[in-house]
């Protein structure tokens, strides 16, 4: 059965050519693009990791880390944050809201690729 | 005091003035303050106050002087009046009694009189080239004359001649002239005296008056000048916290923009990777080769983003370092394999010379290996064959690190703005990346917040060294940069 990735991103443009590249290397992809929106899809699928933009709307991207680390299911599920604020205050903030792993943009899609393996490996 | 406030034309004086006195004031950075008046007013009554305090000196011992010459002028005088009166009456009663006795005394008193005399015309020369004076001192001679003529007639028995002499009309006359020339005399001693005193008064109301008027004067400059250096110091403080202010808005739209910049860019970046890489399907060379120049030129643009805001947060002292006791030729080590497939693509060599007893020294290893990127960079860019060498050394308390080529090397107008903000070097070798003219700007704050240095030698055709130390003892520098 293929692994689940739970892609929250609100950028469409970002979004889409990734979840392309990922359901290429066979990987069921599912697309949120609000804070609200990836909590559902989160408690609703259980994905196997989590691609999370640090600015979302409705819900920011740190909340929405902190909802699923607090859930007893799907708490230990990998997070990778994506953001476009590079500054030392944003990776605190990531940390302690409990991601794996911090990627700012742009990204290289190869990259996150590896990680993403690395993660789904274990 | 000038502060016009044209908003609030009603406003009492008092508040006008206490508005002018500073601390709330708005629009004080505007506002010239009459730094020449107020330096006239500090200078001159200061002048004047030190001209008058050295008149008010002069005049008290130029009182002191006549005072003293005042009253020693009178004691001369009656002496000299008493000892006359003394001649007369020994002459007198020499000739009336014939008694050798007196004639004893009589030249006993005379150098004490003409001794009195002396002091006085000393003390007052003035009153010698009066014209009583001159009738005085005749009279006096005649006088002196009769009475030792008398003293002698006496001394051969002639006492008839010698009562005529003494008691006779011409006698008396004489006398009378004498001691009217000394009361004319006196009377003049008094009157220059008088005037004398008379002149140092008013010496002494004016300096006085001028000193009561310089002071206030003095005072007020005074305050204006504290008001002033209050002033100052307001200002300052008003400019520093604008300059504050603007940083921190230069930052915050730096950081803005380029975080807004980001988001399209990662969405370019993906878009291209992904036909780039034929994810999306296959491309023709054509189409491959377009794509990758757009390619090249989004990664530069995500650089110069990148390099923008690390600057920014040098500058803002904004970033942070993370200091850890590391080996030194180990992180060289790593960098250079990790550049090694790019710089042996272009037809150059790399090697390393590293000093194996090179001690440890506390540095942020990411920012460090920024730096040796940085160098490297530079130097692959610069160098179209030969080769690129890294060294490592032991300098004194410091470790020297080189980074050197064998490329086009800088001219020496270029060497002086190669660490300025935005400069770039010109680069006759085709097809090599631009940069952002940040690189070395950032690696020179970085090594500065390693209490460290940065330089490079060059010779324009041969190639260049660029040279970085860091200090031994960073026990200084371990929490630098901290937010």
């Given at each position: 059965m293929s692994k689940k990735i739970l892609l929250v991103e609100d950028e469409s443009d970002i979004s889409r050519p990734l979840a392309f590249r990922l359901r290429k290397k066979g990987f069921e992809v599912f697309i949120a693009e609000d804070g609200e929106e990836a909590l559902r899809l989160a408690f609703l699928e259980?994905?196997?990791?989590v691609i999370l933009d640090l600015m979302l709307p409705k819900l920011p991207g740190e909340e929405v880390c902190k909802r699923i680390r607090a859930d007893?299911?799907?708490?230990q599920v990998p997070i990778i944050m994506l953001t476009a604020k590079a500054s030392e205050i944003d990776h605190i903030v990531g940390k302690t809201a409990g991601a794996n792993m911090y990627m700012t943009k742009p990204f290289e899609a190869n990259d996150l690729l590896k990680t993403i393996d690395n993660y789904l490996k274990k | 005091m000038v502060n016009t406030k044209k908003t609030r034309p009603d406003e009492s004086t008092q508040t006008h003035f206490l508005f002018s006195l500073?601390?709330?004031?708005?629009?004080l950075l505007g506002k010239r303050f009459p730094v020449k008046i107020l330096m006239v007013a500090l200078v001159m009554p200061m002048a004047i106050m030190g001209v008058m305090g050295w008149l008010v000196w002069k005049t008290y011992w130029d009182f002191q002087e006549t005072q003293f010459r005042d009253v020693r002028l009178r004691e001369l005088y009656s002496r000299i009046i008493y000892l006359d009166e003394m001649l007369t009456t020994s002459a007198r009663m020499a000739v009336a009694t014939g008694n050798v006795h007196w004639e004893k005394r009589y030249l006993g008193f005379m150098p004490q009189r003409e001794a009195a005399t002396i002091a006085a015309l000393e003390l007052a020369?003035?009153?010698?080239?009066t014209k009583e004076a001159a009738t005085m001192n005749t009279a006096k001679r005649r006088l002196l004359d009769l009475e030792t003529s008398s003293l002698d007639a006496v001394q051969s028995g002639r006492l008839d001649v010698a009562r005529a002499l003494v008691f006779g009309q011409e006698y008396d006359e004489l006398k009378k002239l004498y001691s009217e020339g000394m009361d004319v005399i006196l009377n003049i001693l008094q009157r220059r005296t008088e005037s004398a005193l008379h002149s140092q008064r008013r010496r002494t109301i004016f300096a006085v008056s001028s000193m009561a008027i310089a002071l206030p004067i003095l005072l007020f400059a005074w305050l204006g000048v504290l008001r002033m250096v209050s002033r100052y110091i307001s200002d300052r403080k008003k400019v520093e916290e604008q300059m504050r202010e603007t940083m921190d808005l230069k930052y915050a739209f730096t950081s803005m923009v380029s975080h807004e910049l980001r988001t399209p860019l990662a969405a370019i970046k993906e878009n291209i990777d992904i036909v780039l890489d034929q994810t999306a399907g296959e491309l023709n060379n054509d189409q491959q080769d377009f794509l990758s120049s757009a390619k090249t030129n989004v990664d530069r643009l995500s650089r110069l983003i990148n390099d923008v805001l690390d600057y920014q947060k040098l500058e803002t002292r904004q970033m942070n370092f993370r200091m850890e006791e590391a080996d030194m030729n180990e992180v060289i080590q790593e960098t250079v394999e990790s550049m090694r497939p790019i710089i042996e693509s272009r037809n150059v060599t790399i090697q390393m010379d590293l000093d194996p007893r090179l001690p440890q020294v506390a540095f942020d290893r990411d920012r460090i290996i920024q730096v040796l990127l940085n160098l490297l960079n530079n130097a692959i860019k610069f160098t179209s064959h030969g080769k690129i060498s890294v060294i490592s050394r032991r300098a004194g308390q410091d470790i020297q690190i080189a980074v050197r080529d064998t490329g086009i090397g800088i001219r020496k107008d270029d060497i002086e703005k190669?660490?300025?903000?935005?400069s770039q070097v010109s680069n006759p070798i085709s097809g090599s990346a631009k940069g952002t003219g940040l690189g070395l700007a950032i690696c020179k704050e970085i090594l500065s917040y390693h209490h460290g240095e940065m330089w490079v030698e060059s010779e324009y055709g041969r190639g260049s060294i660029f040279y970085f130390k860091l200090p031994l003892s960073t026990t200084t520098s371990k929490k630098v940069g901290a937010l």
């Amino acid at each position: 059965m293929s692994k689940k990735i739970l892609l929250v991103e609100d950028e469409s443009d970002i979004s889409r050519p990734l979840a392309f590249r990922l359901r290429k290397k066979g990987f069921e992809v599912f697309i949120a693009e609000d804070g609200e929106e990836a909590l559902r899809l989160a408690f609703l699928e259980k994905p196997d990791l989590v691609i999370l933009d640090l600015m979302l709307p409705k819900l920011p991207g740190e909340e929405v880390c902190k909802r699923i680390r607090a859930d007893q299911t799907i708490g230990q599920v990998p997070i990778i944050m994506l953001t476009a604020k590079a500054s030392e205050i944003d990776h605190i903030v990531g940390k302690t809201a409990g991601a794996n792993m911090y990627m700012t943009k742009p990204f290289e899609a190869n990259d996150l690729l590896k990680t993403i393996d690395n993660y789904l490996k274990k | 005091m000038v502060n016009t406030k044209k908003t609030r034309p009603d406003e009492s004086t008092q508040t006008h003035f206490l508005f002018s006195l500073g601390a709330s004031s708005r629009d004080l950075l505007g506002k010239r303050f009459p730094v020449k008046i107020l330096m006239v007013a500090l200078v001159m009554p200061m002048a004047i106050m030190g001209v008058m305090g050295w008149l008010v000196w002069k005049t008290y011992w130029d009182f002191q002087e006549t005072q003293f010459r005042d009253v020693r002028l009178r004691e001369l005088y009656s002496r000299i009046i008493y000892l006359d009166e003394m001649l007369t009456t020994s002459a007198r009663m020499a000739v009336a009694t014939g008694n050798v006795h007196w004639e004893k005394r009589y030249l006993g008193f005379m150098p004490q009189r003409e001794a009195a005399t002396i002091a006085a015309l000393e003390l007052a020369p003035e009153a010698l080239s009066t014209k009583e004076a001159a009738t005085m001192n005749t009279a006096k001679r005649r006088l002196l004359d009769l009475e030792t003529s008398s003293l002698d007639a006496v001394q051969s028995g002639r006492l008839d001649v010698a009562r005529a002499l003494v008691f006779g009309q011409e006698y008396d006359e004489l006398k009378k002239l004498y001691s009217e020339g000394m009361d004319v005399i006196l009377n003049i001693l008094q009157r220059r005296t008088e005037s004398a005193l008379h002149s140092q008064r008013r010496r002494t109301i004016f300096a006085v008056s001028s000193m009561a008027i310089a002071l206030p004067i003095l005072l007020f400059a005074w305050l204006g000048v504290l008001r002033m250096v209050s002033r100052y110091i307001s200002d300052r403080k008003k400019v520093e916290e604008q300059m504050r202010e603007t940083m921190d808005l230069k930052y915050a739209f730096t950081s803005m923009v380029s975080h807004e910049l980001r988001t399209p860019l990662a969405a370019i970046k993906e878009n291209i990777d992904i036909v780039l890489d034929q994810t999306a399907g296959e491309l023709n060379n054509d189409q491959q080769d377009f794509l990758s120049s757009a390619k090249t030129n989004v990664d530069r643009l995500s650089r110069l983003i990148n390099d923008v805001l690390d600057y920014q947060k040098l500058e803002t002292r904004q970033m942070n370092f993370r200091m850890e006791e590391a080996d030194m030729n180990e992180v060289i080590q790593e960098t250079v394999e990790s550049m090694r497939p790019i710089i042996e693509s272009r037809n150059v060599t790399i090697q390393m010379d590293l000093d194996p007893r090179l001690p440890q020294v506390a540095f942020d290893r990411d920012r460090i290996i920024q730096v040796l990127l940085n160098l490297l960079n530079n130097a692959i860019k610069f160098t179209s064959h030969g080769k690129i060498s890294v060294i490592s050394r032991r300098a004194g308390q410091d470790i020297q690190i080189a980074v050197r080529d064998t490329g086009i090397g800088i001219r020496k107008d270029d060497i002086e703005k190669l660490f300025r903000s935005f400069s770039q070097v010109s680069n006759p070798i085709s097809g090599s990346a631009k940069g952002t003219g940040l690189g070395l700007a950032i690696c020179k704050e970085i090594l500065s917040y390693h209490h460290g240095e940065m330089w490079v030698e060059s010779e324009y055709g041969r190639g260049s060294i660029f040279y970085f130390k860091l200090p031994l003892s960073t026990t200084t520098s371990k929490k630098v940069g901290a937010l």
